[in-house]
């Protein structure tokens, strides 16, 4: 692991602009006499609120609250202080400047983080979840990474590979004492015990998909042919008018997008223009970007509107072409995952809806002017893209997924090895994998690039 840098930082921890109160942390050698030399006394007692009245440069001063940590007991397990100041972004910086004319550095991204981790005050994966943490913009993500930052990921991973370097421990007394053939566990209880540890990493591993949309993002795409109500459902979706809508046919010609969440998984929301065959060049521009925007989506919406029982509608009932072309693109998703919308339900009685032949039985019939299926619509859009409940072991990173996804296979070939009844020498070198994967999930031991890597998306300040 690398070394804790001995150097004091500060930053401001939050965000720029006027406000109530804005705090400024230090932390690192010499953090206390810093806050003691501003406010021209000693004696702060640890981790109690203090009113103070600091000496700013530019012969201006400052009532504050200070509260000094001293190491190990702060975030960072160093000694530490936080500046709390009226928001003023002039008291601010001039805070900011005494700190650093006293021989403070301003922090780099992560990097009071960097330190908690370095100080072995969290390990890597209650580190992401600081950063997923202040990056939360739902109920569910912050839940998620609460959990996390909490140990929940941690103490799954831990038993985990607690539990493997026990079966390690005995395959390698096993191998010690060659010539007298003993065996320090059953083969039978190895394999068993295996095959455990590759259940939890399965189960690990089927949270990851969703786990990484509610970290990242999901893209959700309603497509479909000219005026089949794509843009009522968008704006029907966000609430409010964000789409023109006219009964022309091509009145959108570009993507709309729209931020939005669906089941607490953060959703960019695309209106395309509608896909059909045509020779005005900005339209079939618009076809282009929304065939390519179909192709990149986590979950694609089709909008198919219909007629009624009776016929006489006037709507895209008696557009043949028009539902065979859906048709189609509903076909070219299969294996994706898709969703198809009956739109402008309040036109007759929705259990008299005609359907076309290749729309599936759970197409959704709505009213975005009644809200008749809105309900249902935006819960069936949570279930796709995230998940019913979510596990406090969910995996949400890439890097996560690449590991535990590492030491599955790892297990597996142990697993394998063990039930030929294959050498005991080549299980244990599958399961030192295995554990070279998971201690690296948690950062027991991370080479600089990586740290660099994760630490680089943080805010300064945290």
């Not at 004319?101 to 580190?127: H, I, M, S, V, W």
């Not at 399961?431 to 690296?440: G, N, P, Q, S």
Request: aromatic share 4%; hydrophobic share 45%; glycine share 10%.
């Amino acid at each position: 692991m690398a070394a804790v840098p001995e150097t004091l930082i500060v930053a401001v921890a939050t965000p720029p602009g006027r406000g109530a109160i804005s705090i400024v942390r230090l932390s690192g050698p010499g953090a206390i006499e810093v806050v003691a030399g501003l406010a021209g006394r000693s004696g702060f007692r640890p981790r109690v609120a203090t009113l103070a009245s600091l000496r700013l440069p530019d012969g201006m001063s400052e009532r504050a609250v200070v509260t000094t940590f001293v190491a190990p007991r702060s975030f960072t397990g160093e000694d530490a202080a936080e500046i709390s100041t009226h928001g003023s972004p002039v008291i601010v910086e001039a805070v900011l400047q005494a700190c650093l004319n006293a021989g403070a550095r301003l922090a780099r991204p992560g990097e009071f983080t960097l330190r908690a981790y370095l100080n072995r005050r969290l390990d890597l994966l209650q580190a992401e979840a600081v950063a997923d943490l202040v990056a939360a913009t739902t109920a569910t993500q912050v839940r998620v990474a609460s959990s996390h930052l909490d140990g929940s990921l941690s103490r799954a991973i831990t038993a985990m590979g607690d539990d493997l370097a026990r079966l390690r421990a005995l395959l390698e007394a096993s191998l010690d004492f060659p010539d007298e053939g003993y065996h320090f566990i059953d083969p039978r209880v190895l394999v068993e015990r295996l095959q455990e540890a590759g259940a939890v990493c399965a189960r690990l591993l089927g949270s990851a998909s969703a786990g990484q949309r509610l970290h990242d993002g999901a893209l959700v795409v309603i497509a479909g042919r000219p005026n089949a109500g794509k843009s009522t459902l968008f704006n029907a979706l966000l609430g409010r008018d964000r789409a023109i809508v006219t009964p022309v046919p091509g009145t959108t010609r570009d993507l709309l997008t729209e931020g939005t969440s669906f089941g607490g998984v953060p959703v960019t929301l695309v209106d395309t223009a509608g896909i059909r065959g045509v020779d005005d060049a900005v339209e079939r521009e618009g076809v282009l970007r929304a065939e390519a925007t179909v192709a990149a989506a986590d979950l694609v919406v089709i909008a198919v509107e219909v007629g009624q029982d009776g016929g006489g509608s006037g709507h895209a009932g008696s557009d043949q072409e028009g539902l065979e072309q859906a048709g189609r693109l509903w076909a070219s998703l299969a294996g994706r995952a898709r969703l198809c919308v009956i739109t402008k339900a309040d036109i007759g009685k929705p259990d008299a809806l005609v359907r076309p032949a290749w729309a599936p039985a759970d197409a959704l019939p709505v009213s975005a002017s009644t809200g008749h299926g809105m309900a249902a619509l935006r819960a069936r859009l949570g279930e796709l893209i995230g998940q019913t409940t979510w596990d406090d072991a969910t995996l949400t990173r890439a890097r996560h997924r690449t590991l535990v996804q590492e030491c599955a296979v790892a297990l597996a070939r142990a697993s394998d090895t063990a039930t030929a009844g294959g050498s005991e020498e080549y299980v244990l070198a599958d399961l030192k994998d295995a554990l070279v994967a998971l201690e690296a999930l948690r950062g027991v031991e991370s080479p600089e690039d990586v740290l660099q890597e994760i630490f680089a998306t943080f805010c300064i300040g945290k």
